[in-house]
C-alpha cells in the first residue's frame, strides 16, 4: 500500500483592540487587547485551520465559514478547528503533525503553550506532541511591534487514513 502525505500552509493576521477578548489556540489569554474579527478572532486556530484545508485540496477557512455570515458572528474558533478536522478526516486523511509559530509582542505566550497544544490536540484527535506552538516577537518591529496586531503561521502534514489493522 503506498502512503500519501500532503502539507499545507495557513497564516492569518488580526488587528488588536482594547477591550476585547484574546483566543489563542483555543485558549482565553489575558490581555488589554484582543482580535477584532468577525468571529472570536483566534488567529493561531484560523491559520492551523488554512494549512489543513490547503493540505487537503479543500480551499480555505474563508470558503468555508465566510466573515459574511451571520452563522459564524462570535463563534468560538474551536468548533471551526472541529468542523474543518472532521472535513479533512472524512476526505480520508489523518493529521500527522502541526507546526505553527504566533508573532505577538505581548502577552508572553510561553505559560500558555501547553494548554494550547493539549486544548487543540483534544479536538483534532491527536497526541499533544504532534503539535508545536512556538512565540515570538518581531522586536518592536512593524504592526505587531507596535501592539496593533498578531500573526499566526501554520504547517501541517496529513496523509492517507490507514486502518488500525495493518
Not at 4 to 9: A, E, L, P, S, Y
Request: aromatic share 4%; charged share 25%.
Amino acid at each position: 500500500m503506498t502512503l500519501h502525505q500532503r502539507i499545507g500552509q495557513g497564516i492569518d493576521f488580526h488587528r488588536l483592540e482594547e477591550g476585547r477578548e484574546l483566543w489563542l489556540g483555543g485558549v482565553h489569554i489575558a490581555s488589554s487587547k484582543g482580535c477584532v474579527a468577525h468571529s472570536d478572532g483566534d488567529a493561531l486556530i484560523h491559520a492551523i485551520c488554512d494549512a489543513l484545508l490547503g493540505a487537503a485540496g479543500m480551499n480555505d477557512i474563508g470558503a468555508h465559514f465566510p466573515d459574511t455570515s451571520d452563522e459564524y458572528k462570535g463563534i468560538d474558533s474551536k468548533i471551526l478547528l472541529k468542523r474543518t478536522v472532521k472535513m479533512v478526516t472524512e476526505k480520508g486523511y489523518r493529521i500527522v503533525n502541526i507546526d505553527s509559530t504566533v508573532c505577538l509582542e505581548t502577552p508572553k505566550l510561553a505559560p500558555h503553550i501547553s494548554a494550547m497544544r493539549t486544548t487543540m490536540a483534544n479536538i483534532a484527535e491527536i497526541l499533544p506532541d504532534a503539535i508545536s506552538v512556538k512565540a515570538t516577537t518581531t522586536e518592536k518591529m512593524g504592526f505587531t511591534g507596535r501592539g496593533e496586531g498578531v500573526v499566526a503561521m501554520a504547517v501541517c502534514l496529513i496523509a492517507d487514513r490507514i486502518p488500525d489493522n495493518i
